[in-house]
């Protein structure tokens, strides 16, 4: 009996033929010119996913296969995770809106920006609250709204041991336990400060935009993913060899941006070097490299861990 793909078996038939496999003799006969084995050709009941089967675990982030598959089988609402609202704050007397014109002293404020994407790309909802002077009080203030209007805050600037430098400080006054780390064995992002206030997660970040990414994707997003009952930090590695070596000093991480391309077949890593303070360096970057804890470095032609931006 000829059927459609995709059709039901007629009773009693537990294979399928497929058309061009066929020809006809007379109105009531076809030739089978490919045999098939029972089974070929034929979905069983249950063989996509069985009745009773756990179809997504818990702290799973859906993808567009996920919302297919639960359609498939009749669900049209599922219980997630409520979106985290992430403030972000920027500080010092140098930084300027974007949209204002520098003058003599000054930088534009290239961290909001950032770190406004890289909370959109976890998923979350960022609240930008602005850019605060290097005045301790207005700081504080603003840190202290900042944690009653969110569930994670984010203090951009301001981070190294300085007289001016005062986010641990602040940190320190906005609730217990207040900092718990105040500097990482880590470069780009050593001045980094990370603390809790009374329940409500705080991160201090420097304010160079390279080491400011860098720590974000350390600190802050396993943060976001774990209130949230994720599983993992949804991220996209690959393989590939380093063109050129990496130095690197004991005693600490190195993170190196790195620019892919393929070579006769293969997959090349080509490191980007510059100062945390140039954002370009990320901008002509694919992703980072990790050079771990007292390796003192990566020699050219290593197969390499790539972490895509």
């Not at 059927?3 to 294979?15: K, N």
């Not at 070579?263 to 510059?274: H, I, K, M, S, Y």
Request: hydrophobic share 45%.
């Amino acid at each position: 009996m000829r059927i459609s793909t995709g059709g039901m078996l007629p009773d009693g038939a537990d294979a399928v033929v497929m058309v061009e496999n066929t020809q006809a003799v007379d109105s009531m006969t076809i030739e089978v010119v490919r045999p098939v084995a029972p089974g070929e050709n034929v979905l069983r009941v249950g063989e996509d996913v069985a009745r009773g089967a756990a179809v997504l675990p818990s702290g799973h982030r859906l993808r567009p296969q996920d919302l297919g598959g639960l359609a498939a089988i009749g669900i049209v609402e599922v219980e997630v995770a409520r979106r985290l609202r992430v403030a972000i704050i920027s500080s010092g007397d140098e930084v300027v809106a974007p949209d204002q014109t520098p003058k003599p002293g000054q930088i534009r404020d290239v961290n909001t920006s950032t770190l406004d994407a890289l909370v959109r790309r976890d998923g979350h909802d960022p609240v930008p609250i602005g850019i605060v002077p290097d005045e301790y009080e207005e700081l504080a203030a603003t840190a202290r709204r900042a944690r009653n209007a969110a569930d994670v805050v984010i203090l951009s600037a301001g981070s190294s041991v300085s007289a001016r430098d005062m986010t641990a400080e602040v940190l320190d006054s906005l609730g217990q336990p207040g900092v718990l780390v105040h500097g990482v064995a880590l470069k780009p992002g050593k001045p980094t400060v990370l603390g809790v206030a009374d329940g409500t997660p705080i991160f201090g970040l420097p304010g160079n935009p390279v080491s400011c990414m860098v720590t974000f994707d350390l600190f802050v997003a396993p943060t976001l993913a774990r209130l949230s009952g994720a599983t993992e930090v949804p991220r996209r590695t690959l393989q590939a060899r380093l063109t050129h070596n990496i130095a690197s000093v004991a005693g600490r991480e190195d993170y190196i941006q790195v620019r892919l391309a393929q070579r006769d077949g293969e997959l090349w890593a080509d490191p980007v070097f510059g100062k945390s303070n140039l954002i370009y360096t990320l901008i002509r970057s694919d992703g980072l490299v990790k050079v771990d804890l007292d390796t003192g470095g990566l020699s050219a032609g290593n197969l390499v861990s790539v972490t895509l931006f």
